[in-house]
């Protein structure tokens, strides 16, 4: 039964050695794409917010779009290579954009160089490349877990993606903290072009453990290849598709369309927070208020980290053990908890402590809901062959519901802080409503192996 699905020790074994570094690559990836918010709090007047929100949406709609190209390219070429392609192309354009800024705060009068036309374009690039991570994680995980252990995959999902978080923000603002970075720029000002440079040296020694380590399937690793009990289940298991057939497959399933249209509401929810907050936390310090603004801006990204650690761990447990693996009733509380909070938000924006507490409750139910949903229903109704065609819709709706709320944003907060938490609070409604309509949906091949 698959219920009761066992592995060997040795087995666990290399599926944590294959599952951790890829996880870490992951880590870092998030790490070189949400550097910019840093830099943006670092670069002060020379970076609005308005241009900081044209920078990243155009960003997040490249990231989006390039899903179309390659979620089949990878489930063709398979997720080793594909996390090396993000990797490599992700370390060279943070390398170039922290070169940029070397050159451009050097000169007499940074304020006169173009920064706003060069790093949309190279953050553009960096965000193409960044797309290949979500899609090669999935792609390779969907052949090593089974469909009734993949709401622990989801905790697994939710780790990654907190960890790059705290990456991108607190160790990025302790990098700009330390004595290499600090006051070791151009005319006693900071060297931020280490909060580009970083990622890009770590995601390099990630390339090269990568290229030895990580196994595509458990068969590469001494292991046998086993059907997971996903919808692609009872196929033969080397046997290629089509890549218009599995287009079709995948943009004719209600399931999956439904579940696009959640997660759009996710990334503007999930970034319509993790972004915006600190950036109003800042202003809040440069006003002079007091009232937990500056321990909250000070620790966002460990907040995150223990916030999607949480959410991760315990929308897929709650999935797996009280819903057997139906990911809707899990995900749709978690929405739950986002609507009520969003209602929350619009009182609480005086003070520091009450929205930071919301702000957190919020990330913990955001993050869960994109790692149970973006992570791992998108392996269960794709099934290992489609996985990283699926991901990358799922999560092209998902950053394409993040350009939306960037561009919108660095718009409605320049105008007034206020509108901030009325703008979110539909999409966490809309969310909710298309989960009742996948409340006990659950892949057809996961009940009979």
Same mark, same amino acid.
């Given at each position: 039964?698959?219920?009761?699905?066992?592995?060997?020790?040795?087995?666990?074994?290399?599926?944590?050695?294959?599952?951790?570094?890829?996880?870490?690559?992951?880590?870092?990836?998030?790490?070189?794409?949400?550097?910019?918010?840093?830099?943006?709090?670092?670069?002060?007047?020379?970076?609005?917010?308005?241009?900081?929100?044209?920078?990243?949406?155009?960003?997040?709609?490249?990231?989006?779009?390039?899903?179309?190209?390659?979620?089949?390219?990878?489930?063709?070429?398979?997720?080793?290579?594909?996390?090396?392609?993000?990797?490599?192309?992700?370390?060279?354009?943070?390398?170039?954009?922290?070169?940029?800024?070397?050159?451009?705060?050097?000169?007499?009068?940074?304020?006169?160089?173009?920064?706003?036309?060069?790093?949309?374009?190279?953050?553009?690039?960096?965000?193409?490349?960044?797309?290949?991570?979500?899609?090669?994680?999935?792609?390779?995980?969907?052949?090593?877990?089974?469909?009734?252990?993949?709401?622990?995959?989801?905790?697994?999902?939710?780790?990654?993606?907190?960890?790059?978080?705290?990456?991108?923000?607190?160790?990025?603002?302790?990098?700009?903290?330390?004595?290499?970075?600090?006051?070791?720029?151009?005319?006693?000002?900071?060297?931020?072009?280490?909060?580009?440079?970083?990622?890009?040296?770590?995601?390099?020694?990630?390339?090269?453990?990568?290229?030895?380590?990580?196994?595509?399937?458990?068969?590469?690793?001494?292991?046998?290849?086993?059907?997971?009990?996903?919808?692609?289940?009872?196929?033969?298991?080397?046997?290629?598709?089509?890549?218009?057939?599995?287009?079709?497959?995948?943009?004719?399933? !209600?399931?999956?369309?439904?579940?696009?249209?959640?997660?759009?509401?996710?990334?503007?929810?999930?970034?319509?927070?993790?972004?915006?907050?600190?950036?109003?936390?800042?202003?809040?310090?440069?006003?002079?208020?007091?009232?937990?603004?500056?321990?909250?801006?000070?620790?966002?990204?460990?907040?995150?980290?223990?916030?999607?650690?949480?959410?991760?761990?315990?929308?897929?447990?709650?999935?797996?053990?009280?819903?057997?693996?139906?990911?809707? !009733?899990?995900?749709?509380?978690?929405?739950?908890?986002?609507?009520?909070?969003?209602?929350?938000?619009?009182?609480?924006?005086?003070?520091?402590?009450?929205?930071?507490?919301?702000?957190?409750?919020?990330?913990?139910?955001?993050?869960?809901?994109?790692?149970?949903?973006?992570?791992?229903?998108?392996?269960?109704?794709?099934?290992?062959?489609?996985?990283?065609?699926?991901?990358?819709?799922?999560?092209?709706?998902?950053?394409?519901?993040?350009?939306?709320?960037?561009?919108?944003?660095?718009?409605?907060?320049?105008?007034?802080?206020?509108?901030?938490?009325?703008?979110?609070?539909?999409?966490?409604?809309?969310?909710?409503?298309?989960?009742?309509?996948?409340?006990?949906?659950?892949?057809?091949?996961?009940?009979?192996?």
């Amino acid at each position: 039964m698959a219920e009761f699905i066992q592995h060997s020790k040795a087995y666990k074994t290399r599926r944590f050695l294959n599952w951790f570094p890829l996880g870490l690559t992951y880590a870092l990836l998030y790490m070189g794409r949400y550097n910019l918010t840093v830099s943006k709090n670092a670069l002060g007047d020379l970076m609005t917010k308005a241009e900081f929100g044209e920078i990243f949406g155009i960003g997040a709609v490249v990231y989006a779009f390039s899903f179309l190209v390659n979620g089949p390219l990878v489930d063709r070429i398979g997720g080793k290579k594909g996390i090396l392609i993000g990797a490599a192309g992700s370390a060279v354009m943070n390398l170039l954009m922290g070169g940029y800024l070397y050159y451009i705060l050097g000169t007499p009068n940074p304020a006169d160089q173009p920064l706003l036309g060069v790093f949309i374009v190279m953050y553009a690039i960096n965000m193409y490349f960044q797309s290949y991570g979500a899609v090669s994680i999935v792609k390779v995980n969907a052949n090593w877990f089974h469909v009734n252990e993949r709401g622990t995959f989801s905790g697994i999902f939710g780790i990654m993606i907190s960890t790059g978080i705290f990456l991108a923000f607190d160790v990025s603002g302790m990098i700009l903290a330390s004595p290499l970075v600090e006051g070791m720029g151009f005319n006693g000002g900071n060297a931020i072009w280490w909060v580009f440079f970083s990622p890009a040296v770590l995601l390099s020694i990630m390339f090269v453990i990568e290229t030895f380590l990580l196994k595509d399937q458990p068969g590469q690793a001494g292991h046998e290849d086993f059907d997971t009990g996903d919808a692609s289940s009872g196929e033969d298991m080397n046997a290629r598709i089509p890549t218009l057939v599995l287009l079709k497959r995948i943009l004719t399933n !209600p399931i999956i369309l439904i579940i696009a249209g959640i997660e759009f509401c996710t990334g503007i929810l999930r970034n319509g927070v993790m972004h915006w907050f600190p950036i109003y936390a800042k202003e809040q310090v440069a006003a002079g208020l007091d009232g937990g603004w500056q321990f909250m801006l000070n620790h966002w990204g460990l907040l995150l980290m223990i916030a999607g650690i949480i959410g991760g761990n315990v929308a897929g447990i709650v999935s797996d053990k009280l819903f057997q693996s139906r990911r809707g !009733p899990s995900a749709g509380f978690l929405y739950g908890i986002l609507g009520v909070s969003t209602l929350i938000m619009i009182f609480a924006l005086a003070n520091g402590w009450i929205l930071g507490a919301i702000v957190f409750i919020m990330s913990v139910a955001v993050i869960g809901t994109h790692g149970l949903l973006s992570g791992t229903a998108t392996m269960d109704f794709g099934g290992r062959k489609g996985a990283a065609t699926t991901v990358g819709i799922i999560d092209g709706f998902v950053y394409l519901g993040t350009g939306v709320q960037s561009i919108s944003l660095g718009f409605i907060t320049s105008k007034d802080w206020s509108y901030w938490p009325i703008f979110l609070f539909p999409f966490s409604v809309i969310g909710f409503l298309l989960l009742l309509k996948i409340w006990n949906a659950k892949p057809k091949g996961a009940g009979g192996h």
